[in-house]
C-alpha cells in the first residue's frame, strides 16, 4: 500500500544556470509529497502519518520553510529540491516517491532512481 502526506512550505528561490541569466528571486507555496511504500502493519498501518510529519518537518521543512532555498540547495530547481528532499527522507521506511510542487500544476517527482545530474 502507498502512504502519501502533503506537506506545504513558503520560500523564495532563483535558478541560476538559465541560458539567458539568472531569474529574479520570487516566492512560491511549495508543496511536498511524501509517499511510503509498505505492507499494512498489525496496528493497521503502514506508517503512522504523525511521526512522518515529524520526521519530515525536521528533516526537511526546518530547513526550507521560510527560506532563501539557493542557501540550501543550489540552483534550487524543483527537479533538484526533490532530489535534496529524497536524500534527507531516505531512511524513512519504504520511501516510494517524492513529489514537489513549485506552484499550481507544475510538479517533478522523483522515485530514487539513479540520477546524473548536469548542473
Ligand atoms: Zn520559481
Redesign the pocket.
Same mark, same amino acid.
Given at each position: 500500500m502507498l502512504l502519501t502526506r502533503e506537506f506545504t512550505f513558503e520560500a523564495a *528561490?532563483h535558478l541560476t544556470k538559465l541560458p539567458g541569466g539568472p /531569474?529574479p528571486v520570487?516566492g *512560491?507555496t511549495w508543496r511536498l509529497h511524501v509517499t511510503l511504500e509498505g505492507p499494512v502493519q498489525k496496528d493497521g498501518m503502514v506508517y503512522d502519518f504523525v511521526k512522518l510529519g515529524k520526521v519530515v518537518r525536521t528533516r526537511v521543512l526546518k530547513k526550507l520553510d521560510h527560506a532563501d532555498l539557493n542557501r540550501v540547495v543550489p540552483n534550487p530547481s524543483a527537479e533538484r529540491v526533490a532530489l535534496w528532499a529524497w536524500k534527507q527522507l531516505k531512511a524513512l521506511p519504504g520511501l516510494a516517491e517524492i513529489r514537489v510542487w /513549485?506552484?499550481e500544476g507544475c510538479s517533478v517527482t522523483y522515485r530514487g532512481e539513479p540520477e546524473k545530474e548536469r548542473v
Amino acid at each position: 500500500m502507498l502512504l502519501t502526506r502533503e506537506f506545504t512550505f513558503e520560500a523564495a *528561490h532563483h535558478l541560476t544556470k538559465l541560458p539567458g541569466g539568472p /531569474e529574479p528571486v520570487h516566492g *512560491h507555496t511549495w508543496r511536498l509529497h511524501v509517499t511510503l511504500e509498505g505492507p499494512v502493519q498489525k496496528d493497521g498501518m503502514v506508517y503512522d502519518f504523525v511521526k512522518l510529519g515529524k520526521v519530515v518537518r525536521t528533516r526537511v521543512l526546518k530547513k526550507l520553510d521560510h527560506a532563501d532555498l539557493n542557501r540550501v540547495v543550489p540552483n534550487p530547481s524543483a527537479e533538484r529540491v526533490a532530489l535534496w528532499a529524497w536524500k534527507q527522507l531516505k531512511a524513512l521506511p519504504g520511501l516510494a516517491e517524492i513529489r514537489v510542487w /513549485e506552484c499550481e500544476g507544475c510538479s517533478v517527482t522523483y522515485r530514487g532512481e539513479p540520477e546524473k545530474e548536469r548542473v
